[in-house]
């Protein structure tokens, strides 16, 4: 079948076969849909980096919050809660000075809280990062009833280990 058309008399008529038109709407119809299909992958896959930044920072943000949260009264317990976001050379490190840390805080019955804590990415790869966060917490004793501010900024390596972030290494920055 086969269309004439044509706006102007004194001009000859166009011929357009049906099969092209319906060709060429087809090829359009086809190129959108891959269009979309890519920028769905697109969308998905800065989705995805972005969930893995955001869990990468989270994990830094509580290590450095259970650093920073330690209790006299039942400093064991806390020095776990830092202990289960570690591994590696940090876990290592920490097996090492913890117990210096737990005798220190049952002999000045001291207590850590935190009052803020920021957080930001440094660098990135699928499976590790590097955060640096700045906390401030109160540590108080019978000797400081009333409190005395610590200011740190702690520079964590994070390596994603079975689905978690965990620090493998771990130092106070200036």
Do not use: C
């Amino acid at each position: 079948m086969k269309i004439r058309r044509s706006r102007d008399e004194r001009r000859p008529a166009r011929v357009v076969s049906v099969p092209v038109v319906t060709g060429l709407l087809g090829t359009a119809v086809v190129v959108l849909a891959v269009l979309t299909v890519l920028l769905g992958v697109s969308v998905w896959r800065a989705d995805a980096k972005e969930d893995r930044r955001a869990a990468a920072m989270q994990s830094a943000r509580q290590t450095a919050v259970n650093l920073e949260s330690l209790d006299h009264r039942d400093i064991d317990k806390s020095l776990g809660r830092v202990l289960s976001g570690l591994t590696g050379e940090a876990k290592d490190q920490w097996a090492t000075i913890s117990k210096d840390i737990a005798q220190a805080a049952r002999q000045g019955q001291t207590t850590t809280t935190v009052q803020d804590v920021r957080a930001g990415v440094v660098s990135m790869d699928d499976d590790s990062a590097e955060v640096v966060v700045a906390i401030t917490a109160m540590a108080t004793s019978p000797k400081v009833p009333q409190g005395q501010p610590r200011y740190h900024r702690w520079r964590f390596d994070l390596t994603n280990t079975d689905g978690r972030w965990l620090v493998s290494n771990m130092r106070l920055v200036a």
